[in-house]
Every structure is written in C-alpha cells, then in structure tokens.
C-alpha cells in the first residue's frame, strides 16, 4: 500500500468512525423527543408554515357570521350561555380548534332522536349555534379542516357521554340529527367547560318555552348593545363602484334612467345599475374577462366557489368604505349556487326591513352571472343625534322569550332592522 493509499483509508475510516459517532448521538437525542424516523425527518426538512394561521375569523377568505354558544356541565344548573360570539371572541377560538379536530376525525354512527341529543347535554359539552344553515362544505371551511360527507348544518354539539372520545352531533334546520363518533378525547371539552363559570344559560326545551325551537339558546341577563347610524358610505360613487368592479371608470355607454336616477353602464355582455340609495345590480353572460368574475372551474367545489365569491365580496366593501359582508347562504339550484351575505355590526346581524340580503351572488359554470347589492355603511350615532338619549334597554330574556314563545316554531335573537337611513336600535327579533 502506498503512501498516499495509506493516507486516504485512514480519512475514510475517521469519517466512518464520526457519521457512527454522531448517530448514536441523535439517537439518544431521539429517545426524549420522539421516534427516530420523524424526528430525522423534521430535522431536515423546511419549516413549514401554520396551517390555520392567526387572522379576523378561523379562514380569513370566509366571512363567517358570530355564533351562539351553550357551554354545558354536568346538569341543566350548570350551563354557560352567549349570544353573537364573533371571531375575535376568546372563548370561541378556543372551541374552533376542538371542532376542527372532531370533524378531521369523525365516523358516521347514522340519524339519531332528540332525547339522545339531550341525554348527552347533561354531561359536559360544547353547543354552537350557527345562525344559519350552510352546507357542510362552507361550515368545513370555516373550520379550516375539509368534511368527508355531505350534510346541511344550523348547529353542531361536542359532547362526553362516552368515556375515551368525543362525540359530535351535526343539526339541520329539518330537525334532523347525525351523530359521528370522534378521536377528540373527552378530556379537551371537559377542561373547557370546567373553565366556564355557568351564567344561568338554558336551551328553550329546559325553560318552559314550548313556542321556541328547542334549541334556541337563551341567556340570563340581555346585552347592552349601543345604537348605530345606517347610511350610505362616502366612497360610494359610481367612479369607485366601476374600478373595483373591474369596470372601465371612463366609459362613455352610460346613461342615467331619468324616473328613477339609475346610473346605468353597459359594457357588453355585462350590465351594471348603479341606484342613488346603495342599490347595485349586475348581469353578465357566461364569458368573461375579468378574473373577479370567474370563480371556479364549471363543477368547482363549494369551497372553490365561496372563495371566488368573497372575492368579489370583499372588492365592493373596500371599493366603497361599506359595511363588511358575512356569509348567510349557500344554496344550489338547476343554474348553479347562490351565495348570500348579510350584514352585521359587532357581531349582531343587521336585518333589511323588506327582508331581502345585503349581498345575493349568482353563479352558473363556475362565472359570476349576477348579483344584487345594498352599499351600506353602520357607525356610531353623531354627536347631534346622541342628544337625544342613549339607546333603550332590551327587555329581559325571560319576557322577551314569553312573548316569542307565544307564535308555534318562532325563533329568537338578537338584531338591528335597517328600514332607510337614520338610527337603529337593537331589538329582541322573533323569527
């Protein structure tokens, strides 16, 4: 062996003997941190970003509306009940993650009665109210976890009755019940209703309420809410409308219909009317240039057309200086989807009084095809309006549930009716 040979076999065998070395290392290392093969391929692999990153609700794209909260313990004395819980409330971003994870995992068991529902109420548990009915998919977005089956969801409960894992139940507006089985351990849900001081929250069914759903959740004492000032924003001209509607701001095809002052802009095959009261509607054919108006491929997922749809959602809120939209509706007919938005000041719903939507976006093969708008702007009472006295105080719970109770089926909540501009009050709603 020559000299150099030498030389190289003895590098060759320092080298082994260190990669031996420093293996035996990480595997000691590995023996408190976890299994060897995960560990080595979290040590060299890229850091990857939060798949559910901090933002204004759980997906930011998805504007969804607040929510009702009953937080159950281990009798009807123990519950823990809020009204309009937005995204931005504590208590529901810890509730999020939960459902995220049951709905990751959940098995279907199949339909199940009211009493099992109500049986299972009495142990610990979490129930949301969605006030609103969405298809799973819109809901699953929400959550930021994607659903393996279909269903129609107005409110969903996370319960303990079984010892090792959660169960969830999914509720449609038809009164029908799903129940799935779930890898959430009992003890998540349980830690967060123990940290829920009850409240003198109840279900309608348990308080003596027989004209309410059985499930509208109730609370002890009523908010006080402040009055708002309905308007029309600032910014809302035609100018801004028609640049953030991907429209040419200069066009000459416009004209304004002399009986009603409806500017009107045609740039064919797409019509836009622009009304002196916030009113705006669009129609359009099937082809477009525009990408606002293109939201998913013809058969696009639910998911796919929500996300095109806030899109142009949010284009008119920021285009205008208007209220923001959240989602109300997401329904299907022989066309394609419509998708409906309302408004919502501090998490409580804002209602028109004719009861049309704030926002209707219709979509056929995966295009924009119309949608019918109100620019609305809510803010605080001027300064000269609050000479007049502060807001009224909403009736008690109880009285205002008496009196709803009255009408078979009625529901009760919590809103703002906007009949034109001027000031609004909160108002218990039977609905």
């Known amino acids: 062996m020559s000299k150099r040979q030498l030389v190289n076999w003895l590098q060759n065998l320092i080298l082994t003997l260190l990669t031996i070395s420093a293996l035996f290392l990480l595997t000691r290392l590995f023996l408190f941190h976890g299994g060897l093969s995960a560990q080595v391929q979290a040590t060299f692999s890229p850091p990857s970003s939060p798949s559910h990153p901090a933002g204004d609700g759980y997906n930011s794209g998805l504007p969804f509306s607040s929510v009702h909260i009953m937080v159950t313990g281990d009798s009807a004395y123990g519950r823990y009940g809020q ?36 049986d299972a109420l009495q142990t610990p548990g979490i129930y949301l109210d969605l006030t609103c009915c969405l298809p799973l998919a ?62 003198e929250g109840s279900f309608a069914y348990e308080s003596g309420y027989g ?43 416009r004209y304004t219909e002399t009986s009603s002052g409806v500017e009107v802009v045609e740039e064919s095959p797409r019509t836009l009317r ?20 293109r939201v998913s491929a013809p058969d696009g997922k639910p998911s796919d057309v929500l996300q095109g749809v806030c899109r142009l959602a949010d284009a008119l809120t920021t285009g205008t200086g208007a ?6 509706a997401l329904e299907t007919d022989e066309e394609g989807y419509c998708v409906r938005f309302q408004y919502q000041t501090d998490g409580i719903p804002v209602f028109f009084a004719d009861e049309g939507d704030a926002l209707a976006v219709h979509v056929n093969g995966g295009v924009i095809t119309a949608f019918q708008y109100r620019c609305r702007s809510y803010g605080l009472p001027s ?39 001027g000031r609004l009050s909160a108002q218990w709603l039977a609905k």
């Open 83 to 118: 009204m309009y819980a937005t995204a931005s409330d504590p208590l529901l971003q810890q509730i999020i993650p939960l459902f995220r994870e049951a709905l990751g995992s959940a098995s279907e068991v199949g339909s199940t009665v009211d009493k099992t529902l109500r």
């Open 383 to 421: 300064k000269e309006d609050e000479r007049g006295g502060g807001p009224l105080p909403l009736l008690p719970p109880s009285m205002a549930a008496a009196i709803a109770s009255s009408g078979s089926g009625t529901g009760l909540s919590i809103g703002y009716v906007d009949a034109g501009s």
């Open 323 to 328: 209220a923001r939209l959240y989602l109300q």
């Open 211 to 253: 004209g309410l759903p059985p499930y509208t959740v109730l609370v002890g004492e009523a908010p006080v809410l402040e009055d708002v000032q309905a308007g029309l924003p600032s910014q809302y001209s035609a100018h801004n409308l028609l640049t953030a509607l991907d429209f040419n701001a200069y066009t000459t095809s």
């Open 138 to 199: 819109a809901v699953s977005v929400w959550l930021g976890e994607d659903a393996f089956f279909d269903r129609s969801v107005c409110a969903m409960a996370l319960t303990t009755e079984l010892e090792d894992a959660a169960t969830l139940y999914l509720l449609s507006n038809d009164g029908s019940i799903f129940r799935y089985f779930t890898a959430l351990p009992t003890s998540a849900v349980q830690t967060l209703c123990e940290d829920s001081a009850p409240n």
């Open 274 to 293: 622009i009304g002196p009261d916030g009113r705006v509607e669009y129609s359009g054919g099937s082809e477009v240039s525009s990408s606002l108006y």
